[in-house]
């Protein structure tokens, strides 16, 4: 099992991203797919998650601004973000697996930079 992130870059404050993982190399269908972020000198921290039937969950910084979906056919989940913060800035981590504490299969990372 593979994810594939990508969709990170630079944009100023106030603007917006969409943030894209594909999951590929298998069946398998995650239960469980999100997005955690570390930013620098910090722990990572999960950002939003949303289970294959649609239930999702986001950090409490990020409601409102965030929104995550997914695509089952296409196994490939987003997160849009929108009114983005220089405090946004980090490496944005996709995720699989079974629960979101404790994700069984991560993307590489795509990094995320928000000027003010």
């Known amino acids: 099992v593979q994810l594939q992130a990508s969709g990170g870059g630079l944009v100023q404050a106030g603007g917006s991203l969409r943030l894209s993982c594909e999951v590929s190399g298998s069946i398998f269908n995650p239960y469980i797919m999100g997005w955690y972020r570390q930013a620098a000198g910090k722990q990572r921290e999960l950002v939003a998650s949303m289970s294959r039937s649609g239930t999702s969950n986001y950090a409490n910084s990020d409601k409102g601004r965030f929104t995550i979906s997914r695509d089952n056919a296409k196994k490939t989940m987003y997160l849009q973000m929108n009114s983005l913060k220089p405090e946004d800035t980090a490496v944005y981590f996709c995720?699989?697996?079974?629960?979101?504490?404790?994700?069984?299969?991560w993307g590489q990372g795509t990094l995320v930079t928000v000027s003010s």
């Open positions: 995720f699989a697996g079974n629960n979101d504490r404790s994700p069984d299969f």
